[in-house]
């Protein structure tokens, strides 16, 4: 009996070393993955702020460039660090290091929309967001807002494609010279808030009350 016993030990014993073994190979190779794809996400990040500077100096005539293609690589990068943030958590360090990256590729890109709006006749309407995830009234407000923005971005660039909403997001955590003197251009103090074809709106808006300043 006794011996029977110290063979279920033993048993149970060599089994618990596996499964701590194949947890410990498995959350290496998992960290091993991560840090490779935050190198890779980070690497497209600055070849986007490469290639943005490269556009304005080969195109002679801005009005050449396709806004909407424009906006759709600034899209693509914001979900790609949106997929990280699920993944790791939005306080994660890594993940805000990416953000103030992203967060200068959005403001290039802006930049440049509003210079070919300017200067090439284009008729399409450009919100910036400003938001926090803190954990408190202002954060739930500003993740309502989202939703409000992503149907309007839907309704108006599926549905009404002469008349495209363009939509740039900047957190309030966020550190970099060039989000700080974006915040401070518009006053922005309160978040959530909105800048709708240059008119402010602060705190939570609704929907009717956004669509009130986009252009039909």
Same mark, same amino acid.
């Given at each position: @009996?006794?011996?029977?016993?110290?063979?279920?030990?033993?048993?149970?014993?060599?089994?618990?070393?596996?499964?701590?073994?194949?947890?410990? $190979? $498995?959350?290496?190779?998992?960290?091993?993955? @991560?840090?490779?794809?935050?190198?890779?996400?980070?690497?497209?990040?600055?070849?986007?702020?490469?290639?943005?500077?490269?556009?304005?100096?080969?195109?002679?005539?801005?009005?050449?460039?396709?806004?909407?293609?424009?906006?759709?690589?600034?899209?693509?990068?914001?979900?790609?660090?949106?997929?990280?943030?699920?993944?790791?958590?939005?306080?994660?360090?890594?993940?805000?290091?990416?953000?103030?990256?992203?967060?200068?590729?959005?403001?290039?890109?802006?930049?440049?929309? !509003?210079?070919?709006?300017?200067?090439?006749?284009?008729?399409?309407?450009?919100?910036?967001?400003?938001?926090?995830?803190?954990?408190?009234?202002?954060?739930?407000?500003?993740?309502?807002?989202?939703?409000?923005?992503?149907?309007?971005?839907?309704?108006?660039?599926?549905?009404?494609?002469?008349?495209?909403?363009?939509?740039?997001?900047?957190?309030?955590?966020?550190? !970099?010279?060039?989000?700080?003197?974006?915040?401070?251009?518009?006053?922005?103090?309160?978040?959530?808030?909105?800048?709708? !074809?240059?008119?402010? $709106?602060?705190?939570?808006?609704?929907?009717?009350?956004?669509?009130?300043?986009?252009?039909?």
């Amino acid at each position: @009996m006794i011996k029977g016993g110290r063979n279920i030990f033993i048993i149970a014993l060599i089994i618990t070393i596996v499964l701590f073994s194949l947890g410990f $190979l $498995l959350g290496n190779y998992i960290a091993g993955s @991560m840090i490779k794809k935050f190198q890779t996400e980070e690497e497209k990040l600055f070849f986007s702020l490469i290639a943005l500077d490269v556009k304005q100096e080969m195109v002679e005539n801005v009005c050449e460039i396709k806004d909407y293609d424009l906006w759709k690589e600034k899209e693509e990068l914001g979900t790609m660090l949106t997929d990280l943030e699920q993944k790791l958590g939005k306080d994660n360090e890594e993940v805000l290091a990416k953000k103030e990256l992203y967060e200068i590729v959005e403001i290039k890109t802006l930049l440049l929309l !509003n210079k070919m709006k300017s200067e090439c006749n284009k008729d399409f309407n450009m919100i910036l967001f400003f938001y926090t995830n803190e954990k408190n009234v202002n954060g739930q407000q500003s993740e309502s807002e989202g939703h409000v923005l992503d149907t309007i971005v839907h309704e108006y660039n599926e549905e009404k494609d002469d008349k495209r909403v363009y939509i740039f997001t900047f957190s309030m955590e966020t550190k !970099n010279s060039a989000s700080l003197a974006l915040k401070t251009k518009y006053n922005i103090t309160e978040f959530p808030s909105l800048v709708v !074809n240059e008119n402010l $709106l602060i705190g939570f808006q609704q929907r009717d009350v956004i669509l009130d300043f986009i252009k039909e």
